[in-house]
């Protein structure tokens, strides 16, 4: 199976993945990049008629887009790891690199990258897989229905390991037609190697980037754990034990119970979205021994905890740079514009999702900075009025917080949080800010390694 029609678009690592090399190859990313320019303004015009359905239209309608991605359970065991590899190093182009970091997705790494020249490579991709007849509030019927699709990707996949996700909260949309399977390589593949020989400069610098977020989970096989819920607002007690505002979620969306009975878990592992599986680290340092590469480990607790830095690394290198240092850029999720953040010259912020503790995060933030002149915020819409989103308004409040010009870029307030045209139309209001830069010359590495490493929340060190 081609691992194009494998690998889901509307994913993190996907995303981020698309920004970072296009922005490598001088380029900026309309429409997610996944059309031209100039499919913006009917884009923009097809997905705004979208807002104007019920609510309920437009749910189907983005639980059928992301459907339409997801493969056949039949087809999961054609799925080959060797391909998702080679599929992720196609995305570069084709020249040196003096840094590539490799594991954890995070958006605020994607801006890091960016700023040193560098190239990231993912261990975790989310594969979508095709089931019908099970609820999103039904955790046990999801893993009897794809259990065995599960065991054939990894028959035919040894270096990989299975976190079958199923999240209730945020995904619900979603999930009602799919199965979320994030795989991870726990083995170097080969397409990275080479990668790696063929594309770091010589004596350049090899980064493992290592969240150590983990999560409650059930251990269906030796290679295959089954995660209930998913980082966000919602505890994971919440999640399994229910209680007000699981109910209260439930009760909105028509569920005929008020708790979910998920499969009992028995461990923890690293998070199936944000977390590093050590296995890789292990393999990375064989590797990089019979290589003699430089090879250093980046290692923060939660997705999140990487974004001051790197917003503070940002307003210092503008500033060393003569630039102004007032406009601050906040994104979400896969909503990343590494190329027009530089263009601009805005400060980025990335928060994981449009969640109360992301913007509780980025508070702090503020509270500890110098105030911005200019804030603008991008929401990534995932169609689900999920425990704890905060609402347009209380974003809207945070923006207000800059002292001339406070925004939200490109979100259609009322029909937040399923504003799908925005996917489209914040590229284009970013597009228009008028004062641009000259794209700078990349950051030295051991520089920003010894910014990011000063803070006591972020660990940057040499691997042994």
């Known amino acids: 199976m081609k691992a194009s029609e494998a690998v889901a678009s509307f994913d993190s690592a996907t995303g981020m993945l698309r920004a970072l090399s296009r922005f490598l190859a001088g380029r900026d990313i309309p429409a997610l990049g996944k059309f031209p320019a100039a499919f913006e303004p009917p884009l923009s015009g097809l997905l705004g008629t979208l807002n104007r359905l019920p609510i309920a239209a437009r749910e189907r ?33 084709r020249r040196r690199y003096p840094v590539i970091f490799i594991g954890s997705a995070n958006g605020a790494l994607i801006h890091l990258a960016a700023a040193l020249d560098a190239a990231w490579l993912p261990q975790t991709l989310l594969l979508p897989v095709r089931r019908r007849g099970i609820t999103p509030d039904d955790p046990r019927g999801d893993l009897a229905a794809v259990g065995e699709s599960g065991r054939a990707l990894l028959a035919a996949n040894p270096d990989l390991v299975l976190h079958h996700m199923h999240d209730p909260n945020q995904d619900r949309l979603m999930i009602a037609g799919m199965t979320y399977f994030r795989i991870k390589w726990r083995r170097l593949p080969a397409a990275y190697r080479r990668f790696i020989r063929d594309h770091l400069v010589p004596g350049g610098l090899l980064v493992c980037v290592d969240c150590t977020l983990s999560w409650p989970t059930t251990r269906i096989d030796d290679r295959y754990v089954f995660q209930f819920g998913a980082l966000g607002d919602a505890t994971p007690e919440e999640y399994r034990q229910g209680g007000p505002r699981v109910a209260d979620l439930l009760s909105r969306y ?15 592992s690293p998070e199936a979205e944000w977390g590093l599986d050590p296995a890789l680290l292990d393999d990375l340092r064989a590797f990089t021994g019979q290589h003699r590469l430089d090879t250093q480990l980046l290692r923060f607790d939660t997705p999140q905890r990487l974004s001051p830095a790197v917003a503070d690394l940002y307003r210092s290198w503008y500033a060393d740079r003569g630039l102004p240092t007032g406009r601050l850029l906040v994104e979400s999720f896969l909503l990343l514009e590494p190329w027009w953040t530089l263009r601009t010259g805005s400060v980025p912020y990335w928060t994981v999702f449009g969640t109360e503790a992301s913007r509780a995060s980025l508070e702090a933030y503020l509270d500890a900075s110098d105030p911005y002149d200019e804030i603008r915020i991008l929401l990534f819409n995932h169609g689900t009025e999920s425990i704890g989103l905060a609402d347009a308004q209380d974003w809207r409040r945070t923006a207000a917080r800059a002292r001339k010009i406070g925004v939200l870029t490109g979100v259609d307030a009322v029909a937040y949080p399923r504003d799908f045209a925005s996917f489209v139309r914040s590229h284009r209001e970013l597009s228009r800010i008028r004062t641009r830069y000259p794209l700078p010359l990349p950051l030295d590495a051991a520089g920003a390694a010894a910014t990011l490493s000063a803070r006591d929340d972020i660990l940057w060190r040499p691997v042994h």
């Open 61 to 93: 309608a983005y639980a059928v887009s992301g459907w339409a991605e997801a493969i056949p359970q039949r087809r999961v065991g054609d799925v080959r790891s060797e391909a998702l590899a080679e599929w992720v190093t196609g995305h570069y182009p």
């Open 254 to 268: 028509g569920a005929p119970v008020r708790r979910w009975d998920p499969p009992a878990a028995d461990g923890e």
